[in-house]
């Protein structure tokens, strides 16, 4: 799964610290990512953000509330 995530993720920096910040997620968490990760890009694409603000992976995944709070990224 974690390979499914990285492939999709726009900003491919700090691989190992993505790795850790993946295996502390469970089951349930890992699928919310995953679904929320599309309405994300397609956020920031909208919004024209530059890959530098872009959060690096495992900040994104670090952040719950962000994920589990994608509706206004629709």
Request: hydrophobic share 35%; proline share 5%.
């Amino acid at each position: 799964m974690f390979d499914e995530f990285w492939g999709i993720y726009p900003k491919k920096v700090a691989k190992g610290a993505a790795i850790r910040s993946w295996n502390r997620l469970n089951d349930s968490e890992k699928a919310e990512a995953l679904e929320a990760l599309p309405n994300h890009i397609k956020y920031w694409k909208v919004k024209g953000t530059d890959k530098e603000f872009i959060p690096y992976p495992a900040t994104w995944l670090d952040r719950k509330s962000t994920r589990l709070n994608s509706s206004h990224v629709k």
